[in-house]
């Protein structure tokens, strides 16, 4: 059960737009449109932000988006503000395996 | 409000075992699956186990497998883990998740899991 692929850390000015790629394979995150992302500020309870590739729950903000191509999802954060600053994680379930995957995290700074 | 509350966690020998268990409130507990899910300290979020509403469908990751047990009650609105053998590395903070169409959409505040001699 490998984990999906995130980078380690992304940063950007308070405004500016950022990233974050995640990566899987044909069998979790290629497979079907279950991808989700999850906000972590350390100490606190993980928050959903994007389930189903591209969808906000209520109450989060339309600064965060999220789409999918091929085995590669990304979250991305528009208007930069200092509470973004936290660890982002991608998720999904590998369908052939029938495990939950999640990535690596990525820490993003607000800089 | 939707609530989940996990307890059971804390000081355990390797080898030891430990029952975690995690209240749900405020939504029909049985129509929906549920996880768990831990964090390591330092590490990043690493799935543990999910079980089906009716309990059909259950799944532990190979790192748990033949030593964990998810189980649930939905009379009782509650989901549990059933840990043995513990390990070293099996030290976290380990969260109660709700799922809605395979993402996590409602979490628990954790309880920790210290594994230590």
């Known amino acids: 059960q490998s984990a999906l692929t995130q980078p380690a850390s992304v940063s950007g000015s308070p405004g500016q737009s950022i990233t974050i790629s995640c990566t899987g394979t044909?069998?979790?995150?290629?497979?079907?449109?279950?991808v989700s992302w999850y906000q972590h500020h350390p100490g606190k309870v993980p928050e959903l932000m994007i389930y189903?590739?591209?969808n906000r729950p209520s109450g989060v903000s339309n600064r965060f988006s999220g789409s999918k191509s091929g085995t590669s999802a990304t979250l991305g954060i528009t208007g930069l503000q200092t509470g973004d600053e936290a660890d982002y994680y991608c998720?999904?379930?590998?369908?052939?395996?029938?495990?939950?995957?999640f990535g690596g995290g990525t820490k993003v700074t607000v800089l | 409000e939707v609530q989940l509350m996990e307890s059971g966690g804390g000081l355990v020998k390797p080898g030891g075992s430990l029952r975690l268990s995690c209240a749900a409130s405020?939504?029909?507990?049985?129509?929906?699956?549920m996880n768990w899910v831990r964090q390591a300290p330092g590490k990043g979020l690493e799935w543990v186990a999910s079980?089906?509403?009716?309990?059909?469908?259950?799944y532990h990751a190979d790192s748990v497998k033949g030593r964990f047990t998810i189980s649930r009650d939905n009379a009782k609105t509650s989901l549990y883990l059933q840990m043995n053998s513990l390990r070293g590395e099996d030290t976290a903070v380990y969260y109660c998740?709700?799922?809605?169409?395979?993402?996590?959409?409602?979490w628990g505040q954790g309880t920790t899991v210290t594994v230590s001699s």
């Open positions: 405020g939504f029909t507990f049985s129509r929906y699956s």
């Open positions: 044909s069998s979790d995150v290629g497979g079907y449109d279950y």
């Open positions: 998740a709700k799922e809605v169409g395979d993402a996590m959409d409602v």
């Open positions: 998720g999904t379930w590998d369908s052939s395996l029938n495990v939950g995957l």
């Open positions: 189903e590739v591209n």
């Open positions: 079980m089906s509403s009716s309990s059909s469908h259950i």
